[in-house]
């Protein structure tokens, strides 16, 4: 096994599990009352995360790794996993809303309104240049951005509803 290969095993893997912790707290949340909106673009996102990965695998599995870049991907991860830990059983995958919740204002929250795309969006580029492949790097840096654009948009009016419920609540 190169030591290609056994990168992209773990965030294979990582990414798997991901995707069952995901799926664990988006039943737990909807058996609390929380719905999931703008669900028609998540197989757009399914699509490009996972082209991503295959692409990697086909073309980056022979690579000689660039030890700076990978770095760089390691230190992206701390910052995914602050994401994580900060929502807790709110993280999910899709976008998922428990009315009359408070926004999250903890952790990278304090800094930015959407950190795990920045996140996202740094391991987009990096890894594959990790792996030697900065055409990758920017043909899923581009295909990333439009998918977080509708994205972020769906998000953003998923939470000013949100809000708007908090409010009317309190009053």
């Known amino acids: 096994m190169t030591s290609a290969e056994l990168i992209l095993a ?20 909807t058996a609390r009352g929380a719905v ?9 996102i399914v699509a490009v995360h996972a082209g991503w990965l ?3 695998w086909v073309l980056g599995r022979g690579q000689p790794v660039n030890t700076i870049a990978l770095l760089v991907y390691l230190a992206l991860q701390g910052l995914r996993f602050w994401v ?3 929502l807790g059983a709110r993280w999910t995958t899709r976008i998922v ?8 204002s ?18 987009i580029a990096v890894l594959p240049l990790a792996l030697g492949l900065p055409l990758l790097a920017a043909v899923f840096t581009v295909l990333n951005a439009a998918v977080i654009a ?4 769906a998000e ?16």
């Open 10 to 29: 773990i965030v294979t893997l990582q990414r798997a599990g991901e995707l069952l912790i995901s799926s664990y707290n988006t039943r737990k949340l």
């Open 36 to 44: 999931e909106v703008g669900s028609r673009h998540y197989p757009l």
């Open 54 to 56: 295959i692409s990697l």
């Open 84 to 86: 994580m830990w900060t």
């Open 97 to 104: 809303v428990l009315p009359g919740q408070s926004l999250v």
């Open 106 to 123: 903890a952790g990278p929250y304090r800094f930015l309104s959407h950190p795990n795309y920045a996140v996202v969006a740094g391991e």
């Open 150 to 153: 509708i994205r972020i948009a």
């Open 156 to 171: 953003n009016r998923a939470l000013a509803a949100s809000r708007e419920t908090v409010v009317r609540g309190a009053r």
